[in-house]
Nanobody
Framework: QVQLVESGGGLVQPGGSLRLSCAGSGMIFSIYDMGWYRQAPGKQRELAAA???????NYADSVKGRFTISRDNAKNTVYLQMNSLKPEDTAVYYC?????????WGQGTQVTVSS
């Protein structure tokens, strides 16, 4: 079965850290560009960070310097290390794999930043 499964979300205090993981199965993981998107209540889904099949990352301005995206193709997994978390980072975080002819989403994992 072709799927992406996210894990690692939860409740964290402002200034804290979380590491999200997204494991792919049933797919040739290494050929896809991978992204972490997020959707806060009442807002549109937005890109937080992405990493190309070649390993080049890019980040939304709102997370630059705080989030780091990485991938381990041997483990079919992409990670999002989130540091210095803010309440405005609260959202459901979705993993995405895509190419010109492929677009797959995970089910999402909730991240809540609150004291």
């Amino acid at each position: 079965q072709v799927q992406l499964v996210e894990s690692g979300g939860g409740l964290v205090q402002p200034g804290g850290s979380l590491r999200l993981s997204c494991a792919g199965s049933g797919m040739i993981f290494s050929i896809y560009d991978m992204g972490w998107y997020r959707q806060a209540p009442g807002k549109q889904r937005e890109l937080a960070a992405a990493i190309s099949s070649g390993g080049s990352p890019n980040y939304a301005d709102s997370v630059k310097g705080r989030f780091t995206i990485s991938r381990d193709n041997a483990k079919n997994t992409v990670y999002l290390q989130m540091n210095s978390l803010k309440p405005e980072d609260t959202a459901v975080y979705y993993c995405n794999a895509r190419s010109l002819t492929f677009n797959l989403w995970g089910q999402g994992t909730q991240v809540t930043v609150s004291s």
